[in-house]
């Protein structure tokens, strides 16, 4: 299994703000995604970070909103932009291995709270 | 479209009972992967298994033990003798692998609580 540390852990911004979240992977790994977890809701795949190249986001997300970043094999970005108590939420950077790896793991979290 | 239901919202036993949550999904897909995650109150999440379409056999792992039936698209997940470090949400996932085959789609997830 990838070991994935995320960076802060936790933050609590001011509306109209943007954050901007960190992943890394203890190994180089093949996709890399950004999933976004609302207080008692389950997980919404929000993108899928591609290296190299822009994000490829799932309907309802936006990279105004959403910028991704992936400049390597083993690191991404997420930044949460201009945002609103709305956005308050748990984000995970998820990451599969390889190719042929169908295992998904994912990344401690980050616990994001607007004012 | 894919669907992940969880119908048990919340589950309360007390320890040593066993426990089984229930997963049913949806998908006009042949090929496709079912997965379990523990999600703890530190909130990090677990992975505990994955299973393909093309694999019905039912697979223990300790005091874990998972039901796969086509037949009645469900990946059940029993705990055996739980403990109270057993409680945490439980979500179950499905993916496919058409249209580019990378989105995983979760269930509500069950809350378990474990009690003395």
């Known amino acids: 299994s990838a070991v994935i540390s995320q960076k802060p852990s936790r933050d609590i911004c001011q509306r109209g703000t943007s954050l901007t979240i960190q992943c890394q992977v203890d190994s180089q790994v093949t996709m890399m995604f950004w999933y976004r977890q609302q207080p008692g809701q389950s997980l919404t795949l929000i993108a899928t970070?591609?290296?190299?190249?822009?994000?490829?986001?799932e309907s309802g997300f936006v990279i105004d909103k959403f910028p991704i970043s992936r400049p390597n094999l083993t690191f991404s970005t997420l930044t949460v932009s201009n945002m609103s108590p709305e956005d308050s939420s748990i984000y995970l950077c998820?990451?599969?291995?390889?190719?042929?790896?169908?295992?998904?793991?994912f990344g401690p979290g980050t616990r994001l709270t607007v004012t | 479209a894919q669907k992940v239901t969880q119908a048990q919202t919340e589950i309360s036993v007390v320890e040593k009972e066993d426990v089984t949550l229930d997963c049913v999904y949806e998908t006009r897909d042949t090929t496709y992967y079912l997965f379990w995650y523990k999600q703890p109150p530190s909130g990090e999440l677990v992975f505990l298994i994955r299973r393909n379409s093309f694999d019905e056999q039912n697979e223990i792992s300790g005091r874990y033990s998972w039901n796969f039936q086509k037949s009645t698209s469900s990946f059940n997940f029993t705990i055996t003798a739980s403990q109270v470090v057993d409680s945490a949400v439980y979500f179950c996932a499905l993916r496919i692998l058409t249209g580019g085959g990378n989105k995983l789609t979760f269930g509500t997830g069950t809350q378990l609580k474990v009690e003395l």
């Open positions: 998820s990451v599969r291995p390889g190719t042929d790896t169908y295992e998904q793991y």
């Open positions: 970070a591609n290296q190299g190249s822009e994000a490829t986001y």
